[in-house]
């Protein structure tokens, strides 16, 4: 049901991700549009560096139900929905737990200030300030969901953090969506060692 | 005598380990449950990291010792077979040295709070505060089982850690002691980072 | 157009620098000298880890113009030919984005002293000390050449940063290029460290 | 004239080494002893990461000197023919810079206690206190293993470190010098991630 090339490039960005330590045990989940009325998303309880393209990538609709009777998709596929839904290019959805990006979501603000990779995101100078909003963490999907709502609508940001859990990315492609991952993760890589010196 | 599946299993999850520098030199050791009288485990003095399944990976009863003779079992032999004894559940046992254990469980009393990755094992929430016990480091195993045996009894933890020394962590499978012992790493580096900012 | 070796040199030298975290996103640019009208320049929109020797390596001439139609060279090109004019040994030049050099290059000075590791630039001791000249960015690259121009031209330096953006290295071959940037990215992680000490 | 399967295990050395940034541009140098005259080390130039077994090992009698002409050996061989001559257990020598060494030896006495891989070196308990000796560092190698002479020879040291520059370790084996420079090294960035706390 799903392309094989589609789980096949999921696939591969779980084992970039799990290479920089952003998916340990069963953390994360990766997921890609497919089309008007289905997404491709990790299943859930697998761990995201090993994915099996044949097995490990299911089809669900845009309110994360999976179309394929048994199959249990990743507990946060609301979100990966809201992305798809509220931005129209958004192609695919990346979700992992880096070190950074929980120790900091949980000590206020995340500010990005005329950093060179700022640009990486389609602004055309560094010369900026870039907030990367912090949501606090529910087991309430849904619930946080609507938290996250308002914030997605009115000024669409660069990415943003769920607190103590993990950053959620997204891109046009697969390939467009770890780019933009990687960039969000080495400016909060920045941000800690900077907040490191004495 | 031990089944080339698991043993292969326990030299993947010690390349893993080694993969992120939880294994240097020679330590660590890494075992699974193979019946009601039987551990498999990794042999003494050999990298963990380039483990062969045919030849490093031997087979001793409940009281840590060797079925073949002349094999000699990781000199924590005991640590693992109190874990099984303890645990019906738990299939394997992975210990391994990472710097950040290291590093905390020599600066009094290891908690984790809020983290989302709490959910790796099984609560159902991330709102807890969850303590990872460490005990003090002793040559002589089985007085050091003493010595934990009452915590393990009484109230199970997540794992352990040895001071100065390591993690101690196990699950269903391999592959699910793997991911707990992922998880553990993850939030010990989380604590180090963040006790870092200045 | 361009040589095969050369492009395929170009392509593991970008493999290396992913393996360290140098090239975020679609971070970075590396270049090799083809002969005295003609530069092989990675082409701009790629990731640099994965680079297709192939089609992802172009040719452009010493004004940074693509020589085939309809191709777009790295946006930093210019800098790269600079390099080239200036230092007639230059045979390749590579610039990655690291945490250290992103963070290190927006606090003041970076000045190395008695490093065993200056000798990796053909000091002849490592009793000196040797600054990394750091240059503000500046999305008009033809203006920030002119910048970096009389530093370049008056003192040759090992290297250079631009602010908040990451190192220029460069070397006779694109293997010393490469020797050079993970000496310059190892003296910068090490005066991270150093001033993380409390 | 280096039997392959000695170069194999050095040039597979200098890989592991690499991928844990040890040995940065052409550092580092890597050595196993022959017989009672032939010591097996890396030339001058290449790097220690990428190491051609068949062409970047060469011999050298003890004085230093390559047996063939126009060879070139490291330029710190007699520290590795200082070590070969006092200890006649030694039979592989490792020499990496690493980020941890070079800051840390730069602070002044580095002293391991309580650690539990200090067994990695023979010790049979992990209370004690080890200290790992810095040398100052010096371009002339002949003066410099004439200072380091007389703390190896009166105390046989677990390794030792040249200040700002890097760890020499040594083993019975190619591999059992890599388990102790793992151990040393492991021990090193206990200490670097401790002195960070705030």
Known sequence: ???????????????????????????????????????????????????????????????????????????????????????????????????????????????FSDYELLKAFGFSTHELEVNLPIYENDQDISRLANLIEPGLANEPPIGYVIAGHGVYAWGTSVEHALWRLEATEFLLACELERRQIK
Chains 1, 2, 3, 4 share one sequence.
């Open 1 to 111: 049901m799903v392309p094989l090339q589609v789980a096949a490039a999921l696939a591969e960005a779980g084992r970039s991700m799990d290479a920089r330590g952003w998916v340990p045990g069963s953390a994360g989940n990766l997921s890609a549009r497919l089309n008007e009325t289905t997404i491709a998303i990790t299943r859930s309880g697998v761990h995201k560096g090993k994915l099996n393209a044949e097995t490990d990538i299911i089809a669900v609709d845009y309110h994360g139900n999976a179309l394929a009777k048994g199959q249990k998709p990743s507990a946060e596929t609301l979100l990966h929905c809201q992305i798809y839904r509220l931005f129209p290019h958004a192609g695919a959805v990346l979700h992992g737990h880096s070190v950074a990006a929980t120790v900091l979501s949980r000590l206020g603000p995340i500010k």
